[in-house]
Each structure stands twice: as C-alpha cells, then as structure tokens.
C-alpha cells in the first residue's frame, strides 16, 4: 500500500511577486527558492512545478500552502488557491516573527520567510478549513477600513481649516459655534475672509445664514457674526493668499462627505446582505456593528473565545519568572487597532446601557481599577458576548438577575 506524502508549500507574499520554498516532511528543501509574479501564468508555472515534484515522490503527495496574512497582497493568490481546491493555512505575522525569533542568526529575507512558513507548516496541525470562507466580510471588513481612513483625512482638512480661520479670523470660535459646521463653511465658502462679510450688505449675509441654519441662528445673533467681522484685527496682506486655502479645504471637506456618504451606504447594504446579529448587542450600533464584524470576520475560525480576545489584543500581559509574576494589567495590543477602537467606544455605551455590563464596570472600579482598566475588561467581556452572538448565530437577550 502506498504511503501518503505531504509537501510544504511555504509562500511569502510581497506587492509585486511571492517567494516560494517547497519542503517535504523531514524539512529537505525539494525547491529552494522559486519566483512567480502575481499572474495566472506564473501560478500555472508553479503547479506544473509541484506536479514535477509529485510525479518523482512514490505514493500519493497530498499538498499544503501557507502564507502570512498581509491583507490586500495575499488575498487574490489566497483566493486563486483556494478556489482552486487546495488546503491554505493563513498565518499571523506575529506568528512567523516568533517563529523566525528561534533561529539564532538575526536575518530576515523573502527565500527565508517562505522557507520559516513552510517549516511552521510542517510543525503544526494541517488546516482543517479555510480561514476567508465569507467574502462578504472581507468586503465589509475594506469598506470600513476605506470609511476609517476617510474620516482620518477629513480631521487633518478640519484642523488646517481652523488653523486658518484663527489666522485671518481671530476669535472665530465667540460667534461660531463650530467652524466646521454647515452655516460656518456656508460663510467661509462663499465670503473666506472677514473684509468679504463686511463687504456685503448685512441683509444678504443674513439670508444666507437664515437659509444654511434653518432659521435656527436669529436676526441678532447674525448681527454679531457680522459686527464681530469688522470689528477684529486682521492681515489684510495674507487675506487673499490665504482665502485660496480655506476654499480649497472646503472642497476636499464637501468631497469626503460625499465620499463617507457612499462608502456608508454601500456598509448598510453588505450589513443588510449579511444579516448578523451583532446588532442586538448593547452599545453596537450601526457605525460599530460593521466596524467589529468586519475585523473579526468568520468566529468559526477562533474555537475559544479567549482565542478572540487574543486577536483583537485585549489580553493582558503576564510576565513571570520563578517566583517572579508580574500582571501589570495592560492589555497586549496586538491585533487590529481599529477592532480595539470599536470594542472600547461599545464598551463605554454598553457600560452605560446595560445593567450587567454596568454591574461588572462598577465592580472593576472599586476593586481600585483606573477607568481604562476597567472599561479594557469591560471590552473583553463585550467581546465575549460577540463572540457567543455570531457563534451561535443568535440575538443576545440581557440576563435579568
């Protein structure tokens, strides 16, 4: 009878092609080190390779592929393995990092890497199913992640902005409530300087303040933007230089909310297409639901739910040594950022919304713990809950004591 063979197909994935390293069971290098560019022909090339490889290995090969998980370089040869039946264990970056640690030469090159992945494959447990099975998810998880960035560089224009006004508008903020609001960029859009307000008849000012604020700003309350124009020290001489900035923010501001708008409505429709119950969870919301389950993606991956609070890098670090233990309470921050950053903001509402969530928030603050301690454990136990909610794919119902 036959034996089966198992061939490691170790990958590492750069943005323009991927270093390949193939290793049998013993860890004998059967390729070095073999080049293929993100094509289907190359990846063509790299079958024909493996079946070179099969054709001289007596009995049967079965064959495994392992690659880090750096997002948008490793999804298309992820998916194009995957689709094409083969068995693809993703791996953290934190794990090949450990795992290249034990080697005693500080050294770090693409044939490396993929030569580490292929032993980490050798050493661990095959995969038994595909870590990306819902792309859905992975959808939502890039269309938050773009929504994210947008805000990012919406509150870079909005600082600039303000930075400017304060500039040629000295004390802006005693007559505007928000300069970034919708009445204050109708103002700076159409007038940008002060010496443009006066220049205008204050009943044409007024009726574009009455219109932009809804009547919700007053004839009086106008009448002191509008005295506070002329009234103020200014630069006359960076007056134009500087109204060609302010105008040309409040395009890229109009622009992001255009953008943030469609980015957000293309997140409800995937919300909609995926119908998870993430949303019946105290403190998650629209804006947090997709947030939280578009990092996380498929919980069927994470067989504990210590697992996921790993992940999300809410699990605190322990240091120990002998008798030696130190439990400093920080948590490890490992993970996605922006998972921990949608956890924390739940938390703070679940805290306040919740009853047993509140219950156990109380509890950690007079067991002495800092109010970021506290809501860190609180977030954890919001995570647990999510957990048990996509798991089971059930609503969470509030335990009544």
Known sequence: MN???????????????????IKDKLGNDLIHRLIIANKKA???????????????????SDIIFGMEATGIYSLP??????????????????????????????????????????????FSEPPQVNPIKDLNL????????????LIDKQTVCKVQLVRNIDTIWPDYSSVM????????????????????????????????????SRSKISRTMAEEIYTHAGNILTIPELDSIISVEIKTLITELELYDEQIRSIEKRIDQMMNLIDSKIMSIPGIGDTLGPMILGEIGDAQRFPTAKKL????????????????????????????????????????????????????????????????????AVAAKVLRIVYWVLKNDKEYQTQVN
């Open 3 to 21: 034996a089966t063979t198992i061939l490691y197909v170790g990958i590492d994935v750069s943005k323009d092609k991927s270093d390949i390293c």
């Open 42 to 60: 190359d990846l063509g090339h790299l079958y024909e390779t493996i079946e070179r490889i099969r054709s001289k290995t007596p009995g049967n």
């Open 77 to 122: 040869l992820y998916s194009a393995l995957t689709r094409d039946g083969h068995k693809v264990k993703l791996y953290n970056p934190i794990q090949t990092n450990g795992f290249r640690k034990m080697n005693i030469r500080k050294t770090k090159t693409d044939p490396i890497d993929a030569a580490i992945i292929a032993d980490m494959l050798r």
């Open 138 to 149: 992975y959808q939502l998880r890039e269309l938050v992640r773009i929504r994210d960035r």
């Open 177 to 212: 409530k928000s300069a970034t609001g919708a009445t204050s960029i109708a103002i700076l859009k159409k007038y940008s300087v002060p010496s443009k307000v006066r220049a205008e008849s204050f009943e044409k000012f007024y009726e574009l303040v009455k219109m932009k």
């Open 309 to 376: 609070i790993a992940f999300a890098g809410l699990d605190p670090i322990v240091s120990q040594s002998g008798r030696f233990e130190n439990k400093s309470g920080r948590i490890s921050k490992r993970g996605s950022p922006l998972l921990r950053k949608g956890l924390f903001l739940a938390a703070n509402v679940a805290r306040q919304n919740d009853e047993n969530l509140k219950r156990f928030y109380d509890k950690k603050i007079s067991e002495g713990k800092h109010h970021y301690s506290a809501l860190n």
